[in-house]
């Protein structure tokens, strides 16, 4: 679990910074203020910078639970340290004036505590002063020291709460109260995240995982009643109710224009982003209550490569091996079966940043197989593959779904989705508008052939006409949706036209017309999609105004 990683991590930096303050007494030495190391001095300029370490480190850890994007996080508390630094400064040498006036206390922030714990040890070692250093004197550092001690333990006791109770208080605060404001605010009508559709396959299904307990269902993923929403302004309703139930080796896609909802669904599933209502339960776990748990079944290779660019990828797949416990002596074997069934074995020891596109997205696609997760989501896993390279990633896709395990995968490749998918849905707006097996919705909504005929070189135009008017005539219905150099293509109405009476039209034809060669074929996925996704098509699911 890489939070835990990140915790450990963060607890051993913090001992290091906590125990070996040195790099700062060499500065000391090299710049002349060495009376803040003489005559056993050093022993107490350490101290303050030890306990400097024990206050700051956790206090930016705390700051860094408000970002979600580690670049975003690393720039913006960087800033603020140094504009905390720097004004700190300026404030107290403003605030010493106005406390010389008036003899009270100075501002309270870690770079002005520990600067002026130096400066006052500075002043304190160089003049004779009769007071103990740690007393509570304006003039000794005993109140400077017990504040830094003081926000080190506090803040350090609010990490422990915050990372073990954040994803509950998390759930509160998105399900309870911001979406509670939401609706009051936003009025948004109950049919429009009732998750009610009129498309009869996503209304059955959301039917049968309503009305039946999970376990009669024998499902390993099961959405119920899922919704998101961004509480931005103004907020986005991504996700709009939906449900459905994954069998085990199935291998299920989720379709979409861009911004679908596609990739903020995987988002849940994988307790990355918080569900504003509705649950997703895996193997029977409930992702709001039982994240962890959850966390430890499922793969996930995210649509931007989530790679350590300075390990290579063998010692990346070293590394997730040992993550998800597999014995020390076999994960030699387990690493090179996985570079070469991904085809990664010349890249295996290479660094990750010198990897083409296409093969760092078939070594996140590894790290997503790997292991012992029952489910593996796969956000446009070929995006950037050469053909043959995925040709070979579906074979590894498939061999993982035949070994027991459920994929989720999204993709804009109708070609993959046809190769890949036993079942699919395509997501409009956030909603399900249909879902089946990709031959059943081929064969609920290709009420039309695609039909593309191809004259012979030396054609004239007259024919070319003659031809058009030919089919306008014999196919009632039909549409001229491309021409181009000797080739038209058509979409006809497949009602009442049955496949021997097209091909017997055809073949007659092919003799009239100086025709060279024709071809007859069942709608396509990607013409279902397309009149799904497309806008302007009635049976679209797009909505004038969304919230
Ligand atoms: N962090 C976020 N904050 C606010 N809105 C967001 C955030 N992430 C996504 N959205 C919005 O939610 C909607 C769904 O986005 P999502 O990324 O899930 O789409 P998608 O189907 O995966 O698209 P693509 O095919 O481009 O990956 C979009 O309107 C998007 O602008």
């Not at 915050?162 to 605060?173: G, V």
């Not at 069998?247 to 995987?266: D, H, P, R, S, Y």
Request: hydrophobic share 40%; with cysteine; aromatic share 12%.
């Amino acid at each position: 679990n890489l939070h835990s990683l990140y915790s450990w991590s963060f607890l051993l930096i913090h001992a290091i910074c906590f125990v070996f303050p040195f790099p700062s007494q060499v500065v000391f030495l090299y710049t002349d203020v060495d009376i803040l190391l003489e005559k056993y001095h050093f022993l107490d300029t350490m101290f303050i910078l030890m306990l400097f370490g024990w206050s700051i480190i956790p206090f930016i850890y705390l700051l860094s639970f408000w970002y979600n994007n580690s670049t975003n996080a690393y720039i913006k508390i960087f800033v603020f340290n140094h504009c905390l630094g720097f004004i700190s400064i300026i404030v107290d040498a403003v605030v010493t004036v106005d406390l010389s006036l008036r003899g009270r206390q100075g501002p309270f922030s870690h770079a002005w505590l520990t600067s002026h714990s130096v400066n006052i040890l500075l002043v304190f070692f160089s003049s004779v002063i009769d007071i103990p250093i740690y007393s509570m004197d304006q003039k000794a550092i005993g109140r400077h020291v017990t504040a830094m001690a003081a926000t080190g333990l506090i803040y350090f006791i609010l990490i422990i709460l915050l990372e073990t109770t954040s994803w509950n208080l998390k759930i509160f605060i998105y399900r309870y109260v911001l979406f509670g404001i939401y609706r009051i605010f936003y009025k948004v009508s109950s049919r429009e995240l009732s998750g009610y559709s009129e498309e009869e396959d996503v209304q059955n299904e959301r039917e049968t995982i309503l009305n039946h307990p999970w376990r009669s269902l024998n499902s390993t993923v099961l959405i119920k009643e899922l919704i998101k929403i961004y509480f931005k302004i103004p907020p986005t309703l991504a996700v709009r109710n939906i449900s459905v139930a994954i069998q085990k080796e199935e291998c299920f896609g989720l379709l979409g224009l861009n911004g679908a909802g596609k990739t903020t669904t995987f988002k849940i599933l994988t307790g990355e982003e918080i569900a504003t209502s509705g649950d997703v339960f895996i193997e029977g776990y409930s992702i709001t209550r039982n994240i962890l748990k959850v966390r430890s079944k499922v793969g996930y290779c995210p649509q931007f490569d989530a790679l350590l660019d300075y390990m290579t990828s063998r010692e990346i797949l070293t590394m997730y091996a040992r993550v998800w416990g597999i014995p020390e002596n076999s994960i030699r074997a387990y690493v090179d079966n996985l570079l070469k069934m991904l085809y990664l074995k010349p890249q295996a020891d290479k660094f990750i940043y010198t990897l083409s596109g296409g093969n760092k997205r078939r070594l996140s696609t590894a790290i997503a197989i790997m292991g012992n997760s029952t489910v593996v989501f796969l956000d446009e896993p070929s995006t950037g593959m050469d053909p043959l390279a995925r040709r070979m990633l579906w074979n590894t896709v498939i061999k993982t779904r035949e070994s027991g395990k459920v994929i989720i995968i999204t993709s804009h490749s109708m070609e993959e989705c046809e190769a890949l998918c036993t079942r699919l849905a395509i997501m409009v707006q956030g909603k399900f508008v249909c879902l089946g097996s990709p031959q059943h919705l081929k064969n609920k909504f290709g009420n039309i052939y695609t039909m593309t005929i191809k004259f012979k070189t030396d054609t004239d135009d007259n024919t070319v006409q003659d031809l058009k008017d030919f089919i306008a005539k014999v196919f009632p219905g039909s549409n001229l949706k491309q021409e181009n150099q000797g080739i038209l293509n058509y979409y006809i109405p497949s009602k009442n036209n049955s496949w021997g009476k097209v091909f017997g039209i055809l073949e007659k034809a092919k003799e009239d017309y100086n025709l060279e060669d024709y071809s007859i074929s069942q709608i396509t996925l990607e013409q279902v999609f397309l009149t799904f996704a497309n806008p302007d098509n009635p049976r679209s699911g797009y909505e004038k105004a969304v919230p």
